[in-house]
């Protein structure tokens, strides 16, 4: 009788450890790419810092990712591209040029980052497999997106940016 338990409590354990890290997990469908995020994470870590980042967001009559001129509209088969473009922007100079000593709001974006560098490798794997093609449209979206966020001074549009992150989190949400 003693040992019957056994089995249940390993079996309750592996279940745990196996399920756990999958909770939050999303398949995005990006036209042809499909890749599986944990967007759950990212919108957390997010959330935790949003107040604190928007409030240096001084410039409240411009945006950089225009929800239905850049994002919302645009076709599956651009997505992947796009999201793409998009993610090295955030890698390559938001997230590194953020401009911040608290130490709580740097992991946060650590963490962040450290989530689009796995999205980005599962997009960069659909682009070398040819599946994530870069259309006239996908091009011209980023360009538009590129142009907001020049027109802004570097260290506003990094804020900017930053700030504008809950815009991208809900829209790759929607690519389910």
């Keep these: 009788m003693k040992g019957s338990g056994l089995p249940l409590c390993l079996f309750s354990a592996v279940f745990y450890l196996f399920w756990k890290p999958s909770a939050g997990l999303k398949t995005l469908h990006l036209g042809s790419c499909v890749i599986t995020a944990n967007l759950q994470e990212m919108q957390n870590g997010f959330s935790e810092i949003r107040g604190r980042v928007q409030a240096k967001d ?3 009559d411009h945006r950089i990712l225009r929800k239905t001129e850049s994002l919302q509209d645009t076709k599956p088969a651009d997505q992947c591209c796009l999201l793409r473009h998009i993610l090295r922007l955030y890698l390559d100079t938001v997230f590194k ?3 911040t000593t608290d130490h709580h709001i740097l992991r946060k974006i650590s963490s962040l980052a450290n989530s689009f560098l796995t999205v980005k490798k599962d997009l960069r794997l659909c682009h ?3 599946i994530c093609p870069c259309g006239e449209e996908a091009m011209k979206k980023y360009s538009q997106i590129m142009n907001h966020f020049k027109e802004l001074k570097p260290h506003e ?4 940016a930053l700030g504008e992150l809950d815009i991208l989190l809900q829209w790759m949400e929607k690519t389910r």
Excluded: F
């Design 58 to 60: 001084e410039i409240i």
């Design 97 to 99: 040029n953020y401009p």
């Design 128 to 130: 070398a497999h040819m």
């Design 157 to 160: 549009a990094v804020v900017k």
